[in-house]
């Protein structure tokens, strides 16, 4: 019998999101509202995890925080303690903007990424949301933000924004470079997109980036970012005039300061830290395609005001920096608001309904994509919490069939221990994604420096450097995993809390983590062992039969 859903729901982490916005963004229903999607991450749906959303507005929008600045301290305190897990910017006004973020503000922001917190930030085409995100750290070489003040930049792929810097000019509103992903609907008779497209039931479809897990074997992962328990995300909200995502070309290694650079060096290299040897570098999540040869009539729907034919290609979508291995901040990037907005997201004022529907709390159109929202939020959150998040992972899986029937006091055999690690790593992976787990595991073996104490094989990308034919990353994350709960209970019982739990994580680990390592290779050397002499004997005998007579 499966333990209560009252108990299992005991055991979430809490995570608190700051979401900030200005000019014409909205915390009501609008078209550039973002009610949906709060609703929908204040939604108790995975097991291990609440989110809480405070809204904060630049100008005079309603928001819990309105006329809203980073005022220092308000982020991170003296002593690096974060106010918030995550902060979402979806800027909407350009540079010349009264609530452009002051040097103070930018510090602090600054301050708040090298403490460990998340930050996403979303713009949308030419210099839209500049004000906001533009001029911050590794959001700002991560994206296009800066758009010129001429007509024609078709041709000019760089340019000097007022910072005075070479950053990649975005891309245009209506010209055809524009980065158009209008999905046209099935119904329609014209032949033409209509600029309403975005609001229907149609996404666009994206192409994810995928990692290898082992550099010498073909299998390979998306990022956790699109990685869920039913299979990877693939489709995003569709927009007649999307930014662009990308990986920075300058990432000099420098540490990140606070304060701006000295005077005619280039920022970006104080982007992109080198800690430990390794510099860690942003990554395109999923790109989008933008059909050739089509033209959207955007309103008041003139044949006059109509975009022209477009280039076509492809551009990012998203972008991602795992600043957890040097030791800050994540951060993700996207190519447009409208991935997040009502007019997208259930249509708004216009009268159609939405790539979710009218319903998608309840019976969302496009899961995949409230899935994707839903990784933003646990993928962007510091370090102690992903700690929590995976422990509270564990410890539902513990509560609930068929582990809560199975596992008894005393202790427990290496076999036993192996088995539990497989029941409890397709349970977690049923939760929150194979990807997901595979990147909380290999945080555990980080955790108090354990992989600089003990030979911990690589993880695989994008997260860890894959470096080793012999280890089978998903193979060693499920002997932890059994071992981790084997001594979980035998220092707190059956039913340990959360706060208990994690508090005991590295005393637990420093007894799971060599006892899944030995178990491993105990287990696996005697396969590796008959492998490693019949692929000899195979090399003889072609070496036999090719050998001159």
Request: glycine share 8%; proline share 10%.
């Amino acid at each position: 019998m499966s333990a209560p859903s009252g108990e299992v729901a005991a055991q979430p982490y809490h995570l608190h999101i700051l979401f900030v916005t200005d000019g014409t963004g909205s915390f009501e229903l609008a078209d550039f509202g973002l009610t949906t999607i709060i609703s929908l991450l204040e939604q108790p749906a995975r097991p291990y995890m609440r989110v809480s959303v405070t809204t904060a507005h630049r100008d005079d929008g309603t928001a819990d925080l309105p006329r809203f600045r980073f005022a220092p301290g308000s982020l991170v305190d003296n002593y690096g303690r974060l106010s918030y897990d995550e902060v979402w910017l979806f800027g909407v006004e350009r540079p010349d903007a009264q609530s452009r973020m002051s040097a103070a503000e930018v510090a602090e922001v600054a301050a708040f990424m090298n403490a460990g917190g998340g930050v996403l930030a979303a713009g949308d085409h030419e210099s839209m949301g500049y004000a906001l995100c533009g001029t911050l750290p590794r959001v700002r070489t991560m994206r296009s933000w800066w758009f010129p003040n001429v007509v024609d930049i078709e041709d000019d792929p760089y340019g000097v924004s007022n910072d005075g810097f070479a950053q990649p000019v975005a891309p245009s509103f209506g010209g055809a470079g524009r980065h158009d992903t209008l999905v046209i609907s099935p119904d329609d008779v014209t032949t033409y997109y209509h600029f309403d497209d975005q609001s229907d039931g149609i996404p666009q479809t994206i192409t994810p980036t995928y990692f290898p897990i082992n550099k010498h074997l073909p299998a390979r992962l998306p990022h956790p970012l699109l990685c869920t328990p039913n299979g990877v995300i693939t489709v995003l909200p569709d927009h007649p005039h999307e930014g662009d995502c990308h990986v920075p070309t300058v990432t000099t290694a420098g540490l990140l300061t606070p304060a701006p650079p000295p005077a005619g060096s280039d920022p970006r290299t104080y982007e992109y830290p080198t800690v430990r040897g390794h510099q860690e570098l942003p990554v395109v999540v999923a790109t989008s395609w933008i059909e050739p040869h089509h033209w959207t009539e955007p309103p008041p729907f003139t044949a006059s005001s109509n975009k022209p034919p477009t280039f076509g290609g492809r551009f990012g979508a998203n972008a991602a920096y795992d600043g957890h291995r040097v030791d800050v901040g994540r951060v993700a990037v996207e190519a447009s608001w409208h991935h997040f907005f009502d007019i997208n997201l259930i249509g708004a004022t216009t009268t159609k309904t939405g790539v979710l529907g009218p319903d998608p709390l309840n019976a969302p159109r496009n899961p995949q994509i409230i899935e994707y929202y839903r990784n933003l939020a646990t993928w962007l959150a510091p370090a102690y919490a992903q700690r929590a998040l995976a422990v509270g992972s564990v410890l539902v899986v513990m509560r609930t069939a068929p582990l809560n029937e199975e596992i008894r006091p005393g202790p427990l055999s290496p076999g036993f221990r192996a088995y539990i690690g497989s029941v409890a790593y397709d349970a977690m992976s049923a939760q929150a994604g194979p990807c997901t787990v595979q990147l909380w595991v290999w945080s555990l073996f980080d955790q108090a420096q354990l992989t600089r104490r003990w030979p911990i094989p690589a993880g695989p990308a994008p997260w860890f450097e894959p470096t080793s034919t012999a280890v089978d990353p998903v193979l060693v994350s499920r002997y932890l995993l059994g071992h981790l709960i084997a001594e979980m209970i035998d220092s707190l019982g059956h039913r340990p809390v959360l706060e208990a739990a994690v508090k005991v994580l590295p005393d637990v680990l420093e007894r799971a983590v060599p006892a899944a390592l030995a178990a491993y290779v105990g287990d696996r050397m005697p396969l590796y062992a008959k492998l490693h002499g019949d692929m000899q004997k195979f090399a003889q005998a072609i070496n036999e039969v090719h050998a001159p007579s």
